[in-house]
């Protein structure tokens, strides 16, 4: 995975004192110096909670042996994470001002500790498996970064297989290097030659590992109090100067999250009583409700709650199906449309909005400004003073309030929103049907939704419904499990009886992307390729078969009939999405009247055993074709928004 810059790298280490430090370079505690960590883009770093560190320990055990995980991540310690681009979640995990090791999820395997030096060291002597033992002439060559072969082998832990993350050790059962191993022991025991470990780390043996300063995180915002000191200032300036420019009603966006609650506390410390602003998209963890009820009670603050109405989502699924990352028509029925209604309520004439958006969580946010007007609400503007934080600012911050916050942070999600959201990885999905039975509904409707479609158990057990379009990545990962793209694809060609083709849309500017977008479905899944072929009365058309999507003028069209749009105008947007729907009615609809055919001077349209067909290489895209038609005259005239 690609790395990603969103901002500046400030998370520094106090040697002394045993503890993180953001941004400077003397320890706020004992005055000494502090080192830079190195560690991976875009380090928006957080605490490892009691849960994190219980499910590292759980699975670094199931690698190496029972009371590894607890020499790795001793109770007396904190510990970072640092999560990282990955195809799901994989965090980095940081202790004693170093990357220690990270926590991989893998589709197929689920989670896995990909140990570096450190907690190899620290596992010295309480390794039980997952160890492979150099010959002492192969020492030397592995530590100038070679990987270990297979003559050079002395011993194996028995169950070891190829795939497994290992640690090899020398002769004095010492750490010396981490990595993969490439052939299993029972190969080992009989193949003299070949790959046995493909090495990722090494470094010189050393004989045990020193524990260091015992920590908490309550040193930690001492150690941190001049940094935060200054972030806080910073951030109740920005809010009065904000307040003093635009001279509107003011209000703070609540979620339930951690940075929304950091703005709220922040609007408390510059000495405003403001109304904080909820709202609740149905779809909500209970516990994130009373988390905000009870936040607006302990501090005496006026809560503006607007609900989703219950057919906002579930009213809508079996027509749009399953929102996806790339078709979040759940953000408009459930979230935009309520946020719109409320502020249009309460704040007819405009309104301010603190909200905690920060620069570190994803590519679209580190573009958006820190103060921005609303594309989708005229009159209201948002700001952010967070907007350069990164999540262990926002913690040590509420840390050092002794505020509560929600308790699915505790449970081990790392981001709180709806517990269903498509942008959850498959390691918090599956946090969330442990520890939310309200879930079963949702997972009750994607089997039905598989079955009727003829989607393999596949779709189901790596949550592809995430997707209308699988990434690469994704699709990459999937082969390597043995899953290819005709496993995946549906074997049933429509799940309606309705003859009456019609596209049903939610548009409007995504909460959760930048941008206008449209998300759509016809009522019933079309013909892919004949769709595609007429298309090109509406510009140049890109089709994939084989993953069942065309594309055209920023639209992307799928074989069961969901249609995504994205861009900035929105108009165009419109536009394009009315042409493509004229075009899939005329290809799913067309009657052979031939009636299009004396409207194309290129030659293009041919009439062929009583339906109209257009051949790419004479069309010039004019549209002129596409009326007078009946299809579209007596058929489907119009969409429902």
């Known amino acids: ?175 010396i290097c981490t990595g993969t191993a490439r052939m299993s022991a029972s190969a080992l025991a009989i193949e003299k030659k070949g ?28 150690a941190n109090k001049q940094a935060m000191s200054r972030r806080v200032d910073e951030a109740v300036t920005f809010i009065h100067r904000t307040i003093e420019k635009y001279d509107l009603p003011t209000m703070v966006s609540f979620s339930g999250g951690k940075d929304s609650l950091a ?25 994130t409700v009373e988390h905000v009820r009870a936040v607006a009670i302990r501090h005496g603050l006026g809560l503006i709650e607007e609900t989703a109405p219950e057919a906002a989502f579930f009213g809508n699924l079996d027509y749009f199906g399953p929102p996806g990352r790339d078709f979040r028509w759940c953000c408009k029925t459930n979230k935009l449309g309520p946020t719109v209604s409320a502020i249009l309520k309460h704040y007819p004439e405009g309104v301010l909005s603190f909200i905690g958006q920060r620069r570190y969580e994803s590519e679209q946010r580190a573009d958006k400004p820190r103060v921005w007007k609303n594309p989708w609400t005229p009159g209201q503007i948002g700001a952010s003073p967070i907007q350069d934080w990164t999540a262990l600012h926002v913690w040590l911050y509420i840390f050092s309030k002794g505020e509560a916050y929600n308790v699915w942070y505790d449970r081990g999600l790392d981001r709180i929103g709806c517990y269903l959201c498509p942008a959850s990885d498959v390691a918090e999905t599956q946090i969330v049907l442990q520890d939310f039975p309200g879930s079963n509904h949702y997972i009750a409707y994607l089997r039905n939704y598989a079955d009727k479609r003829g989607l ?11 997707w209308r379009r699988l990434p690469d990545s994704v699709r990459k990962e999937l082969e390597t499990l043995g899953i290819g793209p005709e496993e995946l694809r549906a074997k049933a060609t429509s799940v309606s009886d309705d003859s009456s083709l019609r596209l049903k849309m939610q548009s409007g500017a995504s909460p959760c992307v930048l941008g206008f977008s449209i998300e759509g479905a ?78 194309c001077d290129e030659g293009a349209l041919t009439l062929v055993q009583g339906r109209v067909h257009l051949s790419k290489d004479l069309c010039i895209h004019c549209g002129r074709c596409i009326e007078p038609c009946p299809a579209l005259a007596f058929g489907d005239s119009a969409f429902e928004m």
């Open 522 to 599: 016809f009522n019933r899944a079309i013909d892919l390729s004949r769709a595609a072929e007429l298309l090109n009365q509406a510009g140049e058309v890109s089709l994939n078969e084989e993953e069942g999507w065309c594309f055209v003028n920023n639209v992307r069209l799928f074989a069961e009939g969901a249609l995504v749009a994205k861009g900035k105008d929105q108009q165009e947007i419109r536009k394009n999405v009315e042409r493509v729907r004229r075009a899939v009615v005329k290809a799913e609809e067309c009657v052979g009247c031939g009636v299009c055919i004396a409207k």
């Open 456 to 466: 393999p158990e596949a779709w189901l057990r790596f949550a592809l419904h995430r």
């Open 1 to 175: 995975m690609s790395l990603v810059m969103l901002g500046k790298l400030v998370l520094r280490w106090c040697r002394e004192c045993n503890l993180p430090v953001l941004e400077d370079e003397r320890c706020g505690r004992c005055g000494g110096a502090t080192y830079e960590v190195k560690l991976t883009p875009p380090g928006d770093v957080r605490p490892a909670f009691a849960k994190d560190l219980d499910t590292i320990r759980s699975v670094i055990d199931k690698q190496f042996g029972k009371g590894t995980g607890e020499a790795v991540l001793p109770d007396s310690e904190i510990f970072i994470l640092n999560k990282i681009p990955a195809i799901d979640r994989m965090e980095e995990v940081i202790g004693e001002g170093e990357v220690i090791g990270t926590l991989r999820y893998d589709l197929g395997r689920g989670y896995r500790f990909l140990s570096r030096m450190p907690a190899a060291r620290r596992m010295q002597g309480r390794m039980s498996r997952g160890f492979v033992r150099a010959e002492e002439g192969a020492v030397p060559f592995i530590l100038q970064g070679l990987n270990l072969m297979a003559p050079g082998v002395a011993d194996v832990h028995e169950e070891v297989v190829a795939g497994d993350e290992v640690v090899v050790i020398d002769p004095q059962s010492r750490a």
């Open 263 to 287: 703005t709220l506390l922040l609007t408390l410390d510059a000495k405003l009583d403001l109304p904080v602003f909820f709202v609740n998209t149905g779809l909500e963890f209970p516990e």
């Open 195 to 222: 790959l046995a470990v493909k090495a990722r780390w090494q470094a010189e043996p050393q004989s045990s590992h020193d524990a260091r300063t015992p920590t908490s995180w309550n040193d930690a915002i001492e």
